[in-house]
T-cell receptor
Framework: GEEVAQTPKHLVRGEGQKAKLYCAPIKGHSYVFWYQQVLKNEFKFLISFQNENVFDETGMPKERFSAKCLPNSPCSLEIQATKLEDSAVYFC??????????????FGDGTRLSIL | SQQGEEDPQALSIQEGENATMNCSYKTSINNLQWYRQNSGRGLVHLILIRSNEREKHSGRLRVTLDTSKKSSSLLITASRAADTASYFCATAGMDSNYQLIWGAGTKLIIKP
């Protein structure tokens, strides 16, 4: 598609439950990025993929967060044993090339995750 | 981690006036990008300026980059109510594996 599609728009989970978010990048884009935005403030980088391969995972809290980008499937971000502090809006972005190659990133509308 | 500061944190002006937002960063960069975020939505890319460029225009937007001061500014001329949004700068570093490092944003309100 021509837009980055994120689902669901809103996700509510009880503390300790699992949360799974999905992202379909723009067709033909090789790079996928996940960001976390808390309280409408700065965006925290989580992880990036080059096609189905993890490119940079330096921002991931590895104990409970995992992500995948499998061929012919939406990318996913999964949080195990959610905590209250995981409440945030999670954004996915895609790019035809790495941003270091002077390409902008195209963002989805985000998934608002609320942990109760 | 946050790359630097954006100022002001909030800006309220009358429709038709110009709005200027500033962004500072800390490390060497490949490029700097400005994005807009409308309430409840994702980011929309506005302008990308490369490290070897000093100024770039797009419609009513003008971006400047001063690598010696590690700073950039975004000027919106003849503002409109529809420009009300948060504006973020983000930098792609020389060795950042293409991830963008973000400022905290400027919330711009255009009063009709």
């Amino acid at each position: 598609g021509e837009e980055v599609a994120q689902t669901p728009k809103h996700l509510v989970r009880g503390e300790g439950q699992k949360a799974k978010l999905y992202c379909a990048p723009i067709k033909g884009h090789s790079y996928v990025f996940w960001y976390q935005q808390v309280l409408k403030n700065e965006f925290k980088f989580l992880i990036s993929f080059q096609n189905e391969n993890v490119f940079d995972e330096t921002g991931m809290p590895k104990e409970r967060f995992s992500a995948k980008c499998l061929p012919n499937s939406p990318c996913s971000l999964e949080i195990q044993a959610t905590k209250l502090e995981d409440s945030a809006v999670y954004f996915c972005a895609s790019s035809p090339y790495g941003t270091g190659g002077n390409q902008p990133q195209h963002f989805g509308d985000g998934t608002r995750l609320s942990i109760l | 981690s946050q790359q630097g500061e954006e100022d002001p944190q909030a800006l309220s002006i009358q429709e038709g006036e110009n709005a200027t937002m500033n962004c500072s960063y800390k490390t060497s960069i490949n490029n700097l990008q400005w994005y807009r975020q409308n309430s409840g939505r994702g980011l929309v890319h506005l302008i990308l300026i490369r490290s070897n460029e000093r100024e770039k225009h797009s419609g009513r937007l003008r971006v400047t980059l001063d690598t010696s001061k590690k700073s950039s500014s975004l000027l919106i001329t003849a503002s409109r109510a529809a420009d009300t949004a948060s504006y973020f700068c983000a930098t792609a570093g020389m060795d950042s594996n293409y991830q963008l490092i973000w400022g905290a944003g400027t919330k711009l309100i255009i009063k009709p």
